[in-house]
């Protein structure tokens, strides 16, 4: 009978053993309409993008390693694609969603995305990569939530809510598009929004947020603009940073918080005050005539309207760059994994290959055009990755066509043409942003996250690498860098794959301030890359060309 009972357990234990082999991370399944409809964000009608009918579009709410399968039906009238801001993507650029990586999905058809949010925490957000629709709407939250198993370093809020600021123009996403393609800029916004709108002030705004007295609460605040940055504050409350870009930070508290163009933060805000309402606030920074946002956030018990008396906004970029020096990486707490997020010493690993881009505006036959290094970037009609994988690059692009060594002085003559640089899987790299003009920039990278190890006025030199923060700089995305300063992050490319690097700003986005790494493995093996998933769209040269022979272990 002993026996009997040892040899059956053994046999659950082997089942037991068998379904955890062979079990899957959960899965989430999103159908979504992208249709056009009429919004007035500020009392102007316009066309907008809907996403199943909602402006903004719905928040996706996921945990580390969650599978997302999401299918597209593009009901506008021209090619669409979606953009997955600051999700890395591990071993596939193919779900990245812009036009070097992915065909677009034409008018009337649908595409379904399917990627895992793998080994990743934070607060995210996705929005159109195509043309000027970002200028329209169809942009949403995306977080990511820690796993159960893994503590997160501050207690669980009441609740947590997403917050999407952003500059917003009264003019079409067309007309925008328009400006750029005759030479010029698209200008000053009208305005700013928070969620899709901005509170009125005469006592008929509805709240965007409740809180209870003496809970306290999440705020994940994205700037999901298209060229200004942004200032936020809680009227009357501080604000304790948490997380940026997906790292815990050292839980400073804050007044207010400069957000720049594609940057996402996560803020706790106890209900500590007099219980009636109060504003949130998101103002313009760095342009002559301050616009403001504000959004209402209500006490469950409160009994009286918002004081019309905003809190200031700081003034001059200094600020900025002394707050972005507050910021810092907490060591001790988890990460998406198990392990103290300071458990990888960056400061230690030796810089194989350092690149500095320097970014430049001028005119290429009489109209306005954005450069790094020099080149222009414009997308192909065949999407980079897809010439690469298909072994027709020569055809398409060339490789490494600006210089590692930034911008000769004084050079002005711009190569209108893809910019594509070459680089060996999992170098350890040094890029450097230098930013000669006089207005601010805001660089992302994706597929990874960047340690963001410095930001100075001037010029850089190798001198300028002995005030590095080696120890705790924040591993983040996206990073500023100031009028005449410049801005350095360090990290391993050993995500292989198509990869874009561009100015947040979509005026030089759109206008060919960006370009892409090409990350690849020389085994071209499975452990590295994942295959070209079956219902990936082909166009341009590749669209009849047979499938190369697929990746293998």
Not at 355 to 368: E, H, R, T
Request: glycine share 8%; aromatic share 12%; hydrophobic share 35%.
């Amino acid at each position: 009978m002993a026996g009997l009972m040892f040899t059956t357990l053994l046999c659950l234990s082997a089942a037991a053993m068998t379904t955890m082999v062979r079990g899957e991370d959960p899965y989430f399944f999103f159908t979504w309409n992208v249709t056009y409809g009429t919004i007035s964000p500020l009392g102007v009608p316009q066309q907008g993008i809907l996403i199943n009918g909602q402006f903004p579009g719905p928040n996706i709410n996921s945990t580390t390693n969650n599978n997302l399968v999401i299918n597209v039906f593009n009901n506008l009238d021209e090619p669409f694609l979606l953009h997955w801001s600051g999700i890395q993507h591990r071993k596939n650029s193919w779900q990245d969603g812009l036009l070097g990586t992915n065909c677009p999905i034409p008018p009337g058809t649908n595409f379904t995305y399917h990627f895992q949010v793998k080994d990743q925490i934070g607060s995210f957000f996705y929005y159109p990569s195509t043309a000027m629709h970002r200028a329209a709407g169809g942009f949403g939250g995306l977080r990511v939530n820690s796993r159960l198993l893994i503590p997160v370093p501050y207690a669980d809020p009441e609740d947590d809510y997403t917050v999407l600021i952003g500059d917003w123009y009264t003019k079409s996403h067309t007309t925008l598009k328009q400006f750029l393609d005759s030479g010029r800029s698209i200008a000053r916004p009208d305005g700013v929004l928070i969620n899709g709108k901005t509170a009125k002030g005469d006592g008929t705004d509805e709240p965007l947020f409740t809180m209870k007295p003496g809970k306290t609460y999440k705020y994940r605040v994205c700037n999901v603009g298209l060229k200004t940055s942004l200032n936020f504050r809680f009227q009357g409350h501080t604000m304790k940073l948490v997380e940026m870009e997906g790292s815990h930070t050292v839980q400073n508290d804050y007044k207010s918080l400069d957000v720049h163009v594609g940057q996402c933060f996560s803020v706790l805000v106890t209900a500590d005050q007099e219980p009636k309402d109060y504003y949130m606030v998101a103002s313009t920074r760095f342009i002559k005539s301050a616009l403001v946002g504000k959004g209402i956030v209500r006490y469950t018990n409160g009994k009286g309207p918002a004081s019309p008396e905003l809190p200031n906004a700081p003034m001059g970029w200094a600020w900025s760059l002394n707050q972005f020096r507050t910021f810092r990486w907490n060591l001790t707490a988890s990460a998406a994994r198990p392990n103290p997020q300071g458990s990888y010493h960056y400061g230690s690993i030796n810089i194989t290959r350092t690149i500095k881009l320097v970014n430049s505006a001028s005119k290429v036959d009489g109209k306005l055009r954005y450069a790094i290094n020099g080149v222009s970037h414009v997308d192909p009609e065949t999407p980079l990755k897809l010439a690469e994988y298909f072994g027709v690059t020569d055809k398409v692009f060339k490789y490494d066509t600006i210089s590692d060594e930034g911008l000769a002085e004084g050079a002005t003559t711009v190569t209108v043409a893809p910019n594509v640089v070459n680089t060996t899987f999992r170098n350890f790299i040094e890029i450097i942003f230098e930013n000669h003009e006089k207005s601010l920039q805001s660089w992302h990278l994706d597929g990874y996250s960047f340690f963001a190890v410095a930001i100075e006025p001037g010029r850089w030199t190798p001198e300028k690498r002995s005030d590095y923060n080696l120890l705790d700089a924040v591993s983040r995305h996206t990073i500023q860098v100031f009028p005449k300063s410049w801005a350095a992050i360090l990290l391993t490319f050993d995500n292989a794959g198509m990869w874009n690097l561009r100015s947040e700003l979509a005026e030089n986005r759109y206008l060919g301030q960006q370009l892409y790494m090409s990350v690849q493995s020389p085994a071209r093996s499975l452990r590295d890359e994942y295959n070209i998933p079956d219902n990936t769209l082909l166009c341009g040269l590749v669209k009849d060309l047979p499938l190369p022979k697929p990746y293998t272990i």
